[in-house]
């Protein structure tokens, strides 16, 4: 476990304009993980505005990452040589939250996507 740095992240509501916080709050519990998609791009691109040094990649597959799944979405910086990913999200269904082998899934899913995005871009740290 020496060298891995995983940082879990908690946006809390009082972060969020009035507009995201409503389409959440909106969300059926049995919403589909496909419907979920532009409700995160609006809530990344929120957070991370576009006009910033910061860049939100929906469906992001990195050359390495070939034929591997895309991560659901990507947030990377734009550094002086390179963008680098600092975010790597992927969604799940709310009502999977309450079932304890997806939510194992779930994890081992994000372990070994970390940790792939960590080694291909030499990351000390990756959020997700």
Same mark, same amino acid.
């Given at each position: 476990m020496t060298g891995r740095r995983v940082i879990i992240v908690y946006l809390p509501?009082?972060?969020?304009?009035?507009?995201?916080? $409503?389409?959440?709050? $909106? /969300?059926p519990a049995n919403t589909l993980e496909s419907h979920l998609h532009g409700f995160y791009d609006? /809530?990344?691109n929120t957070v991370f505005p576009v006009h910033s040094r910061f860049a939100v990649f929906p469906q992001y597959l990195?050359?390495?990452? /070939?034929?591997?799944?895309?991560?659901?979405?990507?947030?990377s910086y734009s550094g002086t040589n390179e963008d680098k990913p600092v975010l790597v999200l992927e969604i799940k269904r709310p009502s999977a939250l309450s079932k304890p082998r997806i939510r194992r899934e779930a994890h081992h899913q994000m372990t070994n996507r970390l940790e792939f995005y960590r080694k291909s871009f030499q990351l000390d740290v990756i959020c997700g």
């Amino acid at each position: 476990m020496t060298g891995r740095r995983v940082i879990i992240v908690y946006l809390p509501s009082l972060m969020l304009s009035k507009p995201v916080q $409503r389409l959440f709050q $909106r /969300l059926p519990a049995n919403t589909l993980e496909s419907h979920l998609h532009g409700f995160y791009d609006k /809530l990344l691109n929120t957070v991370f505005p576009v006009h910033s040094r910061f860049a939100v990649f929906p469906q992001y597959l990195a050359p390495s990452q /070939l034929p591997h799944e895309s991560a659901d979405f990507v947030v990377s910086y734009s550094g002086t040589n390179e963008d680098k990913p600092v975010l790597v999200l992927e969604i799940k269904r709310p009502s999977a939250l309450s079932k304890p082998r997806i939510r194992r899934e779930a994890h081992h899913q994000m372990t070994n996507r970390l940790e792939f995005y960590r080694k291909s871009f030499q990351l000390d740290v990756i959020c997700g």
